[in-house]
């Protein structure tokens, strides 16, 4: 398989994050990418390539220009007033908000939705190193190839057209759906809801989006993910949520109806928002799939039989990731 990486994810490393009522370690760490690549470099079965170069304005495919602005600008501006530590935010706005104000943490205030994604130094070029991963890897399959996996670090999928939040700074699955430049189904199998790539093809009749995910009520993003959130009169947008404790067998059971309405939609090409937080020793979730069921997630996924750009989005548990990963890929190799 073709997978695309860039060293450039190093550049976004943050000493850690506000965690509930105190600051702790990083979750989403460089780490997470060297233990994946070190788990595909073990094969032969995958070609590991560098992303190709793509001018910043196909960003405004998916991202409003005053939020590239920014996150282009924020480092610069925010340690241009003599700070030295990360960008975190500590007011938000609501998007009832008459005014957007040019103190820079106020705009990380407007633009970010959580105190746990914060920015530093090298955020934005990691971020677009990651961007341009799924729009590489999107524009093989585009081309004929019938898989492609973007090892895309940061993550992507809670970032809407001018938000970012849960890691996530740019959409990369949104990103590469729109360079499909066909009618497409974004499949979301992180542990979490895919809010961001909701929000952006919410009203879209082109693009089908499917998150199979843990309950709003009790998980992260919390404010979306649920059954009734369908699209706007469309109904191209299908929410699974799920208790905790699923294991193998429930996790097939909700893709497969993930799967069925997908195929009724007819997509051209298929973008995986494939997390692996679904592990059962994640630190960040509390579902029971093991490396076997990710095997079995991409069998399934497989035999829907569309064209398929995978994108990598979580999975914290640092010593199986790369396992976990290996194992779903496997499906195609």
């Known amino acids: 398989m073709r997978v695309f990486y860039s060293d450039q994810h190093h550049a976004h490393d943050p000493p850690g994050q506000f965690n509930v ?30 992303p190709a170069d793509y001018e910043t304005s196909i ?3 998916v991202h409003d220009d005053e939020y590239i602005r920014f996150l282009q600008e924020a480092w610069s501006v925010w340690s241009g007033t003599g700070w030295s ?6 007011t938000f706005a609501h998007r ?6 040019a103190d820079i943490i106020a705009r990380a205030g407007y633009f970010g939705f959580d105190p746990q994604t914060p920015i530093v130094a090298g955020t934005f070029d990691a971020a677009w190193a990651s961007a341009r991963c799924a729009l590489t890897a999107a524009d093989l ?17 809670h970032a809407a057209a001018d938000l970012y939040g849960g890691y996530c700074y740019l959409n990369n699955a949104a990103l590469a759906a729109k360079k499909t430049g066909a009618k497409s189904a974004i499949l979301d199998i992180d542990y979490h809801h895919g809010n961001g790539t909701q929000t952006i093809f919410y009203d879209d009749p082109d693009v089908f989006t499917s998150s ?23 109904q191209t947008n299908f929410n699974i949520p799920l208790p905790p404790d699923v294991d193998d067998d429930d996790y097939i059971a909700a893709l497969g109806s993930a799967l069925d309405r997908i195929d009724r939609f007819n997509p051209v090409t298929l973008i995986v928002s494939a997390g692996f937080d679904t592990y059962f020793a994640d630190p960040l979730g509390d579902f029971n799939v093991g490396l076997e069921g990710f095997g079995r997630i991409g069998r399934c996924i497989r035999e829907l039989g569309r064209p398929t750009v995978i994108v ?12 976990c990963v290996d194992h779903f890929l496997g499906a195609w190799t």
Not at 85 to 90: F, V
Not at 312 to 323: K, M, N, P, S, V
């Open 21 to 50: 009522d105190r600051m702790g370690a990083y979750s989403e760490c460089p780490g997470r990418a060297t233990s994946i690549l070190d788990a595909l470099r073990k094969s032969s079965a995958h070609q590991i390539d560098p």
């Open 85 to 90: 530590i990360p960008l975190i935010p500590y």
């Open 59 to 61: 960003l405004r495919t």
């Open 212 to 234: 199979i995910h843990a309950h709003p009520d009790r998980e992260y993003p919390f404010y979306s993910g649920c059954e009734t959130e369908t699209g706007a009169g469309n």
């Open 312 to 323: 990598q989005e979580g999975g914290y548990h640092l010593e199986h990731l790369g396992e």
């Open 96 to 101: 009832y908000a008459l005014h957007q104000s």
């Open 141 to 157: 399959v585009r081309k004929g190839e019938p898989v492609a996996y973007a090892l895309c670090r940061p993550p992507g999928h």
